[in-house]
């Protein structure tokens, strides 16, 4: 403690407080975590020391970087780490005071905290407590992910099961006790970049009863429209109820939404930026440079479970020489299947998968070309018009009246309602069966 000169309290908690403090000797600033032990369990203070440890062994860009630490006098736990200028990210939403944020900003900010969760999950680390207040940014306005007092290093394949965490923040299967993995993180996650877009949490009740029966059953709120139908699916499907639907880090990051954004980031791993399509056979990818410095250099990355993009292949069961061009498969989030019908992206209704219209096969030779846009359109409009009468009919039969009013009510520059689309997608489903039948009969 001698080392450093202390300058001012910034924050506390139940159990301590955070103290921005100067090295006497090289006269940065830093923040110094002081956590008290007196009078605390065996199991707190074991807690605070394996976040010491924790906090030392881990090296990553996107991850408050860690200076020093110790116990003192028996009394505290100190750990220091490096100061973020820029305050929390729960204070920058505040202090917009309802001013959204520019998509360029909100896809730089999520493009570096997946990378944070991603090292953290390839290290077998789970955060367990994701939350704006835990988000700090520099003075560049670059993501520094903190406060790992609930981390809990997993075994391969292991489930953690106690239940902690921010309740606004918790995912449905923690809620259930229900041993949960690394997509709770995901879903925390999730809830941040809600929380980021809208200024307001994902999921708000006035008691703990009522939280839990939001988080477990409600749908998710409309996003603003300002942002691009292609970040809002994203988010959304962060939120999925079933972890099991939930995508990894890995995969959002590869989705060609956010590949701009992780060009720009520090090293990214080549696991994670696109695989360039060449029409020779597939060549074995290269070794991934770490991006990071890994916890234990001995143990299997975990990021390393999400192969690479495929390279286009040919067709060799047909007779006619067809080529088959199709979108890189892992730049588009899946949408979950069962109960994921009812997780729409707005109001008008569309899945949250989301389809490539620019697959085509052409046959070489010019005798004929196949296109399959237009199958692929009226395909998306069915699944959209069968998910917004599904939802409107579930709101509608939970007496759900505000939540169906909001569905309902006109969105858009153009003031475009649900009704509209709806009549709007069946009108054109049923041209597009008319022709369909017009081009039969002239054949």
């Known amino acids: 403690m001698e080392e450093y000169e202390v300058i001012e309290q910034i924050g506390r908690g ?12 090289d006269r940065k600033k830093y923040v110094m975590k002081k956590i008290r032990l007196a009078k605390q369990t065996e199991r707190f203070k074991r807690t605070a020391h394996q976040e010491m440890a924790l906090m030392a062994r881990l090296s990553s860009p996107y991850i408050v970087e860690y200076k020093d630490a110790w116990v003192e006098k028996g009394c505290y736990a100190c750990i220091v780490t490096n100061y973020c200028g820029g305050g929390t990210m729960a204070d920058i939403i505040k202090k917009a005071r309802g001013v959204l944020f520019t998509e360029e900003r909100v896809c730089k900010w999520m493009t570096q ?8 999950h390839r290290n077998h680390v789970l955060h367990r407590d994701l939350k704006c207040s835990n988000i700090f940014l520099t003075k560049d ?8 007092g609930l981390a809990k290093l997993l075994n391969t394949e ?9 309740p606004n923040y918790m995912c449905p299967e923690l809620l259930a006790d229900i041993p949960y993995g ?19 949490p994902a999921f708000k009740a006035p008691d703990m009863a009522g939280l839990v029966n939001k988080i477990n059953r409600s749908s ?11 970040l809002k699916r994203l988010i959304k499907s962060m ?4 972890p099991e639907h939930r995508p990894t880090a890995a995969e959002l990051l590869r989705h060609a939404h956010l590949q701009p954004f992780l060009a720009e980031c520090c090293n990214p791993s080549p696991f994670l930026l696109p695989v360039k399509k060449t029409e020779t056979a597939p060549e074995k990818p290269p070794t991934a440079t770490k991006e990071d410095t890994p916890i234990n250099p001995g143990s299997p990355a975990r990021g390393a479970e999400a192969d690479p993009p495929s390279a286009p292949t040919r067709c060799t069961s047909c007779t006619a020489n067809v080529e088959i061009k199709r979108v890189d498969p892992s730049c588009s989030v899946k949408s979950g299947e069962g109960g994921q019908k009812g997780e729409t992206d707005e109001a008008s209704g569309a899945t949250t998968e989301e389809m490539s219209t620019s697959s085509t096969v052409t046959e070489a030779g010019g005798a004929c070309a196949v296109a399959w846009d237009e199958v692929l359109g009226v395909k998306q409009r069915a699944n959209a018009l069968e998910s917004l009468l599904e ?3 579930r709101l509608l039969h939970q007496e759900r009246m505000e939540e169906l009013a909001g569905v309902l009510r006109p969105f858009g520059e153009e003031d475009v309602s649900s009704r509209e689309t709806a009549i709007w997608l069946t009108k054109s489903l049923v041209c597009a069966q008319a022709s369909h039948e017009e081009d039969a009969q002239t054949k």
């Open 158 to 166: 292991e489930l953690a099961s106690s239940v902690v965490g921010t």
């Open 239 to 242: 939120l999925r109820k079933n």
């Open 182 to 200: 690394y997509k709770s993180d995901i879903w925390s996650l999730g809830c941040c970049m809600f929380e980021i877009t809208a200024h307001r």
């Open 14 to 25: 139940a159990f301590g407080a955070a103290i921005l403090v100067v090295n006497k000797s």
């Open 391 to 393: 939802l409107c009919a």
């Open 113 to 120: 905290l997946l990378l944070a969760v991603d090292y953290l």
């Open 141 to 148: 306005d670059d993501i520094r992910l903190g406060d790992f």
């Open 220 to 230: 998710i709120s409309p996003l603003p429209t300002t942002y691009s139908s292609s």
